[in-house]
């Protein structure tokens, strides 16, 4: 009888080197997981490994910097990769790897210069964005940076041999393999395939032969320095990101030439820039990642060399099924290793309870919101007991935080009991269910109750417990939530205003024409699922952007989607002044507009307090009115179930603490208040849970 995910498991030979599977883990946050250390540290090996023992058949580990680019790359380094002490770590990591059946895959972003450019003379008429990088054609400040200096031939000659060095000294420390980063316009070699930023006349520029000359000459010094039997991983976009560019024609043209001398082993295909291949659950259908549609055309044209689509990609049974129809060889991914530490071992086991990826992008914040044991998993035995004395515990709340808490709680093996007052589990996680573009947030939603139902762990939906229901418990942990807060602004007391969480599964219930006040997430969100109900909706924002306060590299996609939107307006640097009526409100627009993008965190916002000075006063009309204030955390409620039992915990959205890696680390200047996220109410459910 044939696994149920035969096609992903069946072993795979490249060259002379077998992969267990079909399935690679791309390069993803495992420096960000350590402190000042100049070498990498347990937290960062053991994540390496783990990707491994978690079903990875290849792990792409960054490795550290060499001399000849060290301060010349955006790609910097801790890791001196002329220290003997640090590179001993690397060489444990690649054991450690090994340890697993999983091959070792070195990332030489670090190796590729970025001080000069394929070439100073661009197409002036069709280059219109920024490229990646501190040293790329923009400062921090916005203001362009001097050009660079076109790579001489003599540098170029320096490159390649350099290039092929780092990879002979990495095979010895026991890395099978090098990945080569060539996307989104961001190195070197990628621009040098581009027909926009590669102008120049000798044969490194012009025809799409020439085009790919630097990389095909760094493919083969590679063959020729590290052997046959060393894999040569290309990172490439299947399309490049701008008016003239690349096209996936020529993508196919570039994998051609280098399949004529059997150079590339593996193509890690990516999207034409980091936010589509960084999916959202608006930016990539359920079952179709972003990617797929490039390893489609790429398996057409039965090149030697495996392809590995890489982005949103999750579902076993998705990608056995892409697999078995021959549409990709292989699949990469980061995101579906970090969200469930056991991913490998439920594929092995033909189980259907793998944790769903929310696409939050907070990975990228080296934490996980599904996934507390991220960062932590190799400390967790000797910060909790792995033997607890079986406790009676009652969790009250059906949220997210409640649920997780509960499950848990259960598999450490005490006895549960959820509380929920409403007739349903799932809390304010229930509004995903009527969005088509938050899959990911219903899906995750439907995970926890599944697992709920299922866990035996005892369940009491509209009820709201008494005191004396919860008398003999030995520990209680309360998640009631948080409600909608009341701006401080006349008229916005009004109860005919309505809250966010309340417009879901009600929109008919909200006249034509409505007014969203608010340009953060939430309010965002809402404007556009009202518009795409149908509803006439502006959307009012205090900053000079909306969704200001998400990070996720698909923030910009979704920010495009509601600028574009037939059904919107939105008005932006704009305070609002009074309601009246619960129709008309009235605002001061800024008469001086930001230039820069429309999405927040990466646009400068100097004035968190967003004050308008000397600005248009408007009135707008309306006939429904959603005011998004943010919530406020019902800490009274729990506190209601104090001194009950012997042990009490406050969790979730009712308990805001500051001990939100993510914030600290992506935006420090939002650090002291967090809170109000899957993230938060996994953490703080995990902490409370394995202390008992």
Request: charged share 25%; aromatic share 8%.
């Amino acid at each position: 009888m044939r696994h149920k995910y035969s096609n992903i498991l069946n072993p795979i030979k490249i060259r002379n080197i077998v992969l267990k599977n079909h399935l690679l883990a791309t390069k993803c946050i495992s420096q960000e997981l350590q402190g000042p250390e100049d070498f990498p540290a347990e937290g960062t090996i053991a994540f390496a490994e783990n990707l491994a023992k978690n079903g990875a058949a290849a792990v792409v580990c960054t490795i550290g910097s060499f001399p000849e680019t060290r301060g010349k790359t955006m790609f910097m380094s801790n890791f001196n990769m002329d220290d003997d002490k640090v590179i001993r770590y690397f060489a444990q990591m690649a054991d450690r790897i090994h340890a697993h059946n999983s091959v070792a895959i070195g990332a030489l972003s670090t190796a590729i210069p970025q001080d000069v450019s394929i070439s100073e003379k661009r197409h002036p008429e069709l280059i219109k964005k920024t490229l990646m990088g501190p040293l790329g054609d923009f400062g921090p400040d916005g203001r362009p940076n001097p050009p660079k200096p076109e790579i001489s031939k003599e540098r170029i000659d320096e490159f390649v041999k350099d290039f092929a060095r780092d990879c002979a000294w990495i095979k010895t420390l026991g890395f099978d393999g090098v990945n080569v980063y060539m996307c989104y316009e961001g190195s070197l070699l990628a621009h040098s395939l581009s027909p926009v930023l590669n102008q120049r006349v000798d044969e490194y520029g012009g025809s799409i032969e020439n085009r790919a000359r630097l990389a095909t000459e760094i493919f083969r010094e590679i063959r020729k320095s590290c052997g046959e039997d060393f894999l040569i991983e290309c990172q490439i976009s299947g399309e490049e990101d701008m008016p003239g560019g690349y096209t996936l024609e020529d993508f196919l043209s570039y994998c051609e030439i280098w399949d004529r001398e059997n150079l590339v082993d593996i193509y890690e295909i990516r999207a034409k820039n980091g936010e589509l291949h960084h999916t959202s659950a608006l930016s990539s259908p359920e079952h179709y990642p972003t990617t797929l549609k490039y390893a489609e055309a790429f398996k057409k044209r039965n090149f030697k060399a495996l392809c590995a689509p890489s982005g949103g990609f999750q579902s076993p049974t998705d990608i056995d099924g892409f697999i078995k129809d021959g549409r990709t060889d292989m699949v990469a991914m980061a995101r579906a290793f970090i969200c469930d530490s056991e991913y490998g071992r439920k594929i092995i086991e033909g189980r259907d309870d793998i944790v769903p990826c929310l696409r939050c992008d907070k990975c990228h914040g080296a934490v996980c919101s599904v996934n507390p044991l991220i960062g932590k998993a190799h400390l967790v035995d000797r910060m909790y007991d792995n033997n607890p004395v079986c406790k009676t515990v009652a969790v009250i709340g059906g949220g997210p935080a409640g649920m997780r808490a509960a499950l848990i709680a259960k598999k450490r093996g005490h006895k549960v009991t959820l509380y929920e007052k409403s007739q349903s589990l799932g809390g304010q996680l229930r509004h995903a269910d009527f969005v088509e573009w938050k899959w990911s947030l219903k899906n995750y939603k439907d995970y926890l109750i599944s697992e709920i139902n299922k866990s035996g762990i005892e369940i009491k939906v509209g009820c709201v417990p008494k005191e004396d229901d919860l008398k003999g418990f030995d520990v209680i942990i309360a998640a009631c939530g948080a409600i909608p807060k009341k701006a401080k602004i006349e008229g916005a007391d009004d109860e005919r205003i309505w809250a966010p969480i309340d417009c879901y599964g009600r929109e008919k219930e909200l006249g034509e024409n409505v007014i969203v006040i608010g340009g953060a997430s939430t309010g965002s969100e809402t404007a556009a699922y009202l518009a795409d109900c149908g509803h006439k909706v502006t959307l009012i924002s205090r900053k000079p952007n909306i969704d200001y306060d998400n990070v996720a590299h698909g923030a910009a996609v979704f920010t495009e989607y509601v600028m574009n939107h037939k059904n919107m307006t939105v008005i932006t640097s704009a305070n609002t002044l009074k309601i009246e009526d619960a129709k008309k409100v009235t605002i001061e627009i800024s008469k001086e507009k930001p230039e820069g993008p429309m999405h927040g965190p990466f646009m400068p916002d100097k004035d968190d307090k967003a004050e308008i000075k000397n600005g248009e006063i408007k009135t707008l009309q309306a006939d429904s009115i959603v005011f998004s204030a943010g919530v406020m955390p019902m800490t009274k409620e729990c506190f209601k179930y104090a001194n009950i039992a012997p042990e009490f915990y406050v969790i979730g959205d009712s308990n805001v603490q500051t001990n939100d890696m993510w914030r600290r680390f992506m935006l420090p200047d939002k650090a002291p208040k967090v809170g109000g996220d899957v993230l938060h109410a996994t953490a703080t459910a995990y902490a409370a849970a394995m202390n008992i």
